[in-house]
Each structure stands twice: as C-alpha cells, then as structure tokens.
C-alpha cells in the first residue's frame, strides 16, 4: 500500500459526459501528480500541482482540468468524454526534496488507478 | 521529448533465470528511477539511482547507469514467477519543474 488513494476504482459512463476522479497523497506529500495510461499512449504525465498550485503541465487536454486543495487532496475533471479517453487514470503524489517547492522531487508513489470506460 | 525507451518490449524466462532490461533516454537527467506494475495495477518503486551514482543495488535487484550513454539497466537476479510484471524507467530532468518521463516498459513473464 503506498499510502495514495484514488476514488473511484472503476468508472463506466457515456460519451460526452464529465466526469471527476479524486486523489488523497500520502500524509506530508505536497506534490500531486496525474497519469493516463492508455494501451496505445503508454505512461502518459498530464499535470503536477505542488501545496495548491500547478507546478508542471505535460500531454493534458484542453477538456481536463485539476486543482489541488488546502487539504492537498486533488481532482482530475475530464469532460465532454470521448471513447479515446478510456485509460488507466493514476495519481502520484510525492515529498520535495531539501531545498525548498523550487527543488525537484524524488519518488513518486503511486495510486492504485481509476480505470475509466466510455462507451 | 524526454521520453525512455524500454528494450526489450516483452520478455519471457523461466524462473530462476537472471532478467535484463535496459532504458535509454534522451537529455541529461537528475535522477533515473525503476518501477513496477503489475497487470493493472499502481506502479510500484523499485529503486532509483542518482546521476553521480554508476551503480545500485536493493535486494535482488541492480541498476547501474550510464550517463555517457544515456542508458540505465535494470537486472532481476534469480527470478521467480511473481516478478511478471511490467517495469518502466522513468527520468526527470533539471528545469522541467518535476515532470517525470516514463518509457514505454518491458512486459516481463517467468515461466514456474
């Protein structure tokens, strides 16, 4: 158990939908990490948010959207859901390394995964 | 882009056999770390390594790195049917405010 944990499992909707999946990090993690891992895209890093704000935006789409709370929890919102969109969707969440938000981080652990269908 | 590469793609052993999976990358990195998932499943960390580090062990596992190369490796020693699994490299970099890059994996089976 690596202490993330991601609401809910499985999620089965339709397409054109919204959807919203939530990530709690481990206790004193300040960074949240998203992931979709699709059969065809691999691993693929969609946004970072470090104590609230974004820090990173990698391959996400303009219909996705995140925010991290005071309480460090984060949600992913997908909407307008296509059938491509059904993935693996993880979170990550990680402690900064010394040196202060500006710093890089070390090991990310993992959530178990919302596995996403849009039929 | 940043991205690994895993090599090979698949590989099957059987168990009791050594597992060797190699990554490359592009750019320099500040760290390279390994991790594990199984069949849809979270990823698991496995180990990483520093790129001042050449070399690095944890159990039955060892990584060693080669920035000249721009190229790690993974080696599973005496494997047993619960590492099939898949296993990803994943690099960050100076300057990409925290991104990870994940390669693309190698699918490890061992063959009880």
């Known amino acids: 158990d690596s202490g993330v944990t991601q609401t809910p499992k499985h999620l089965i909707t339709a397409t054109g939908q919204r959807v919203t999946l939530r990530c709690s990090p481990r206790?004193?993690?300040?960074?949240v990490y998203w992931y979709q891992q699709s059969l065809d895209q691999g691993l693929q890093f969609l946004i970072q948010?470090?104590?609230?704000?974004?820090?990173a935006k990698g391959n996400i789409l303009e219909r996705f959207s995140a925010q991290q709370f005071p309480d460090l929890h984060s949600e992913l919102n997908l909407s307008s859901l296509e059938l491509g969109d059904s993935a693996l969707y993880f979170c990550?969440?990680?402690?900064?390394?010394?040196?202060?938000?500006?710093?890089?981080?070390?090991?990310?652990?993992f959530g178990p995964g919302t596995r996403l269908t849009v039929l | 882009s940043q991205q690994g590469e895993e090599d090979p793609q698949a590989l099957s052993i059987q168990e009791g056999e050594n597992a060797t999976m190699n990554c490359s990358y592009k750019?320099?990195?500040?760290?390279l770390q390994w991790y594990r998932q199984n069949s849809g499943r979270g990823l698991v960390h496995l180990i990483l390594?520093?790129?001042?580090?050449r070399e690095k062990h944890s159990g039955r596992l060892r990584v060693t790195l080669d920035t000249s190369k721009k190229s790690s490796s993974l080696l599973i020693t005496a494997s047993r049917a619960a590492d099939t699994a898949s296993y990803f490299c994943?690099?960050?970099?100076?300057?990409?405010?925290?991104?990870?890059?994940f390669g693309t994996g190698t699918s490890l089976t061992v063959i009880p």
């Open positions: 990550a969440s990680a402690a900064p390394l010394a040196g202060g938000p500006s710093g890089g981080t070390d090991t990310q652990y």
């Open positions: 206790s004193g993690d300040l960074s």
């Open positions: 948010y470090y104590n609230g704000e974004e820090r």
């Open positions: 750019t320099s990195i500040n760290n």
């Open positions: 390594i520093r790129s001042n580090e």
């Open positions: 994943a690099t960050d970099a100076p300057n990409t405010g925290n991104q990870f890059y």
